[in-house]
C-alpha cells in the first residue's frame, strides 16, 4: 500500500509504502485527483526508491526548486525508457534528466538556443534512446506548451545512454565527438563526403563507436584476415592506421593492429564505392 505524499502529475506521485520509506511512483491515472495523504489503489507500473544518499539530498533539492510537472514528466520518460529497452537505468538519472530539462526550458524561454554539433552522431549512434528522447520533447511540448529544439533529444539520450551503461555523460559525449572527428578525417583522406543518411555512414560510425568502446577496455579483438588485408588494400590500411594514430593519443593507448585491420576493411569499402558509376 501506497500513500500519497505529492502529487506530480496525473501519473506520478511521491509517496510513502507500509514502512514509511518515501519513494516515487508511476502508474497512468494514479494522481489524479489525488491529495496529501490518499491511499493509491490505481495500479501502479512502477516504484522508485532512491538508494544513495547524495540522490535522496539533491532530488529533495530538485522537488523544492523544480515545478512539478517537469519532475514528472521526467519520471514518465525514465519508467518509458526502461520499459522500451527493458533494462535498467542508473538512479542518478531521476536527478540528471529533470534537471537538464528544467535548465533546457529555462534557456529556451530565455531566448538561448544552443546548438548540439553532434546531434546526427547521437542519432544515429544511440538511435533507441533518441527515439524515447524525441517522446520526452512531444511531451514537453503537449504537457507545458514549450517546443525545445530537436537538438535538446541529442542531449537528452545522451543522458539516457550515459545511465543505461552507468558511466559519465563526459565519457559518452567526449566518445561521440571522437567519433565524429574520425569520421571528419576519413572523409578527408578518401577524398569524399559521408552522406549522413546512407547505411556508409551508419556502418561507419557503429563501427568506430564500438571500436572506441573495445580500445578504451582494453578488450581485444582477433582478426585473422590482417596479413591479407594489409597485402591487399594497402592505402585503405595506411588511412586506417593514421585513425588509430587518432584514436590512441585520444584515449592515451595502442590500438591493436588487428583493430586496425577491421577499420580498414570499411574504409576500402568506402573508397570502393566512390568508384562505383553514378
Known amino acids: 500500500m501506497f500513500t500519497a505524499l505529492k502529487v506530480l502529475n496525473n501519473n506520478?506521485?511521491?509517496?510513502?509504502?507500509?514502512?514509511?520509506?518515501?519513494?516515487?511512483?508511476?502508474?497512468?491515472?494514479?494522481?489524479?485527483?489525488?491529495?496529501?495523504?490518499?491511499?493509491?489503489?490505481?495500479?501502479?507500473?512502477?516504484?522508485?526508491?532512491?538508494?544513495?544518499?547524495?540522490?535522496?539530498?539533491?532530488?529533495?533539492?530538485?522537488?523544492?526548486?523544480?515545478r512539478d510537472e517537469v519532475i514528472g514528466i521526467s519520471e514518465e520518460l525514465i519508467a518509458y525508457a526502461e520499459n522500451v529497452k527493458g533494462r535498467k537505468l542508473n538512479e542518478h538519472i531521476h536527478i540528471?534528466?529533470?534537471?537538464?530539462?528544467?535548465?533546457?526550458?529555462?534557456?529556451?524561454?530565455?531566448?538561448?538556443?544552443?546548438?548540439?554539433?553532434?546531434?546526427?552522431?547521437?542519432?544515429?549512434l544511440y538511435k533507441d534512446d533518441y527515439k524515447i528522447a524525441l517522446r520526452a520533447i512531444d511531451l514537453i511540448k503537449d504537457r507545458l506548451n514549450v517546443r525545445l529544439p530537436e537538438d535538446e533529444a541529442g542531449f537528452i539520450a545522451l543522458h539516457l545512454h550515459a545511465a543505461f551503461e552507468n558511466s559519465g555523460v563526459s565519457v559518452t559525449m567526449k566518445n561521440t565527438r571522437l567519433v565524429s572527428e574520425l569520421v571528419k578525417s576519413i572523409e578527408d583522406m578518401i577524398g569524399r563526403k559521408i552522406e549522413t543518411d546512407s547505411i556508409d555512414y551508419l556502418r561507419l560510425i557503429t563501427h568506430l563507436k564500438f571500436a572506441v568502446d573495445r580500445i578504451e577496455r582494453g578488450m581485444p579483438i582477433s582478426n585473422e584476415l590482417l596479413l591479407p588485408i594489409k597485402r591487399k588494400f594497402k592505402k585503405a590500411y595506411k588511412i586506417a592506421a593514421s585513425i588509430a594514430k587518432h584514436i590512441g593519443n585520444s584515449l592515451g593507448t595502442n590500438v591493436p593492429e588487428d583493430e586496425i585491420g577491421y577499420l580498414a576493411i570499411h574504409i576500402q569499402r568506402l573508397m570502393n564505392d566512390m568508384q562505383k558509376p553514378d
Open 12 to 66: 506520478v506521485v511521491m509517496a510513502c509504502d507500509e514502512k514509511n520509506v518515501e519513494c516515487i511512483v508511476v502508474g497512468k491515472g494514479i494522481g489524479f485527483s489525488k491529495k496529501p495523504g490518499d491511499v493509491i489503489n490505481e495500479r501502479i507500473e512502477k516504484v522508485y526508491y532512491l538508494q544513495e544518499k547524495a540522490n535522496v539530498v539533491k532530488f529533495s533539492e530538485l522537488l523544492n526548486n523544480i
Open 96 to 124: 540528471a534528466l529533470p534537471d537538464h530539462i528544467a535548465f533546457a526550458i529555462e534557456r529556451i524561454k530565455g531566448g538561448i538556443d544552443i546548438k548540439n554539433p553532434f546531434n546526427q552522431e547521437i542519432s544515429a
